[in-house]
C-alpha cells in the first residue's frame, strides 16, 4: 500500500460506486467520496492549483497541487492515484448562493474559512497564510463588524468582487469564465 488517495465523484445512492469502494477498502487504499453537486462548496473545500507543465507531477513544479477536504479527510492533489468519475448529482448553476460563495471565494483564492463560536457570538474568520493577512466578521447586535489586518485586505477583496458581480446582476455560474495563465487567474462573466 502506497498511500495514494483515490478520489470517488459520484452522486450519493450510487450502488455500482459502493461497490468499487468496497473493493479499495479492501486492498486498504483510501477513498475520498464526494458529490460535487451536493457537498460543494461545503462540506468539501478545495483549494487547487496547476503548475508548468501539465500533467508532470508536482515534485517537478508542474501537475495538479493543493487538497480536496471532505470533513476530516484531506486528499493531497499533487499524490492523488486516480479519480473514479460516475453520475455526479450536477452542479445547479443557477443558485445564486453557491455563486456568490464562488464568487467569493475566487477573490481570496488562497483563503481558509473557519466558524468559531467565541464570546457567545458566531465569527467567521478567513486567513491567507501565504498573504499574512486575516478577517473575522461577527454580529454585534444588529450590525456586522469586521476585524482584519495583513498585507492584503481580505474582506475588502472579498465584498469589492461580490459588489461587481452584483452590479452586473448577479450573473450565473453557466456564464462565467475562469482563465488560467502564466500571469494568474482571471475570472469573467456576461
Not at 4 to 24: F, G, N, P, Y
Not at 33 to 51: E, Y
Amino acid at each position: 500500500m502506497d498511500g495514494r488517495s483515490v478520489l470517488v465523484c459520484t452522486e450519493s445512492e450510487d450502488a455500482t460506486a459502493d461497490l468499487v469502494i468496497t473493493e479499495l477498502n479492501r486492498r486498504r487504499v483510501p477513498v475520498i467520496r464526494f458529490d460535487p453537486g451536493c457537498d460543494f462548496p461545503a462540506p468539501v473545500a478545495l483549494a487547487a492549483h496547476i503548475g508548468t507543465g501539465g500533467a508532470v507531477r508536482a515534485e517537478s513544479g508542474g501537475g495538479w497541487a493543493g487538497r480536496l477536504t471532505l470533513g476530516k479527510r484531506m486528499a493531497d492533489l499533487s499524490a492523488v492515484r486516480a479519480l473514479y468519475h460516475r453520475r455526479p448529482t450536477p452542479y445547479p448553476t443557477g443558485s445564486g448562493e453557491r455563486t456568490a460563495r464562488f464568487v467569493a471565494q475566487f477573490a481570496a483564492p488562497c483563503a481558509q474559512r473557519l466558524v468559531l463560536e467565541r464570546d457567545g457570538r458566531t465569527e467567521h474568520v478567513v486567513i491567507d497564510v501565504e498573504a499574512g493577512a486575516w478577517a473575522v466578521l461577527f454580529r454585534d447586535g444588529a450590525r456586522w463588524m469586521v476585524r482584519q489586518n495583513g498585507a492584503v485586505r481580505l474582506w475588502d477583496e472579498i465584498t469589492g468582487c461580490l459588489a461587481r458581480w452584483q452590479a452586473d446582476g448577479c450573473p450565473p455560474a453557466d456564464r462565467m469564465r475562469l482563465r488560467v495563465g502564466p500571469d494568474g487567474q482571471r475570472l469573467t462573466w456576461g
